[in-house]
């Protein structure tokens, strides 16, 4: 004989949503853990009972049936959000979120606008010391064709 009895849990709060109503995030069902305890009789070669085997309780995980929950997948503007969810036969095995604050994407705006705008008077700078050096080679390439060349 095969028992299975659901064993007390805490659920965390998580929205809960209907199969077929919309969602904004990925569908999933949540594991809940089992009590499962199997236990037979054992009878001798003649068919007289001779014991009773039962194993000892064993903790299972299977998936909600009754409920539907949305892991969000939320968007914060001016910051780079990190979502991981690692999905093993259909059920959840780890979630990590990484949420930047809000404030520091409104502070990096402007720095990310200073950067932006001071590598231009850099770039005009490594471009006329290229030209500057180009000109450079070039004239000293002409004195060894000279020397080369001789009188």
Same mark, same amino acid.
């Given at each position: +004989?095969?028992?299975?009895?659901?064993?007390?849990?805490?659920?965390?709060?998580?929205? +809960?949503?209907?199969?077929?109503?919309? &969602?904004?995030?990925?569908?999933?069902?949540?594991?809940?853990?089992?009590?499962?305890?199997? &236990?037979?009789? @054992?009878?001798?070669?003649?068919?007289?009972? #001779?014991?009773?085997?039962?194993?000892?309780?064993?903790? @299972?995980?299977? /998936?909600?049936?009754?409920?539907?929950?949305?892991?969000?997948?939320? !968007?914060?503007?001016?910051?780079?959000?990190?979502?991981?969810?690692? *999905?093993?036969?259909? +059920?959840?095995?780890?979630?990590?979120?990484?949420? /930047?604050?809000?404030?520091?994407?409104?502070?990096?705006?402007?720095?990310?606008?200073?950067?932006? *705008?001071? /590598?231009? /008077?850099?770039?005009?700078?490594?471009?006329?010391?290229?030209?500057?050096?180009? @000109?450079?080679? !070039?004239?000293?390439?002409?004195?060894?064709? #000279?020397?080369?060349?001789?009188?």
């Amino acid at each position: +004989m095969i028992q299975l009895a659901a064993l007390d849990y805490d659920p965390i709060e998580q929205p +809960m949503v209907s199969a077929g109503a919309r &969602s904004d995030g990925i569908l999933v069902r949540r594991t809940v853990p089992y009590g499962l305890t199997i &236990s037979a009789l @054992v009878y001798n070669f003649d068919g007289n009972k #001779k014991g009773e085997l039962q194993t000892p309780l064993q903790t @299972v995980f299977l /998936p909600d049936t009754e409920h539907d929950y949305v892991l969000s997948i939320d !968007r914060t503007p001016l910051v780079s959000n990190t979502t991981k969810i690692s *999905l093993v036969s259909g +059920m959840v095995q780890s979630h990590e979120e990484l949420r /930047p604050s809000i404030i520091m994407g409104v502070v990096g705006v402007p720095k990310s606008i200073l950067s932006a *705008l001071v /590598p231009i /008077p850099l770039q005009i700078r490594q471009q006329q010391q290229a030209i500057a050096d180009a @000109v450079d080679k !070039r004239l000293n390439d002409q004195a060894d064709i #000279k020397k080369l060349q001789g009188p």
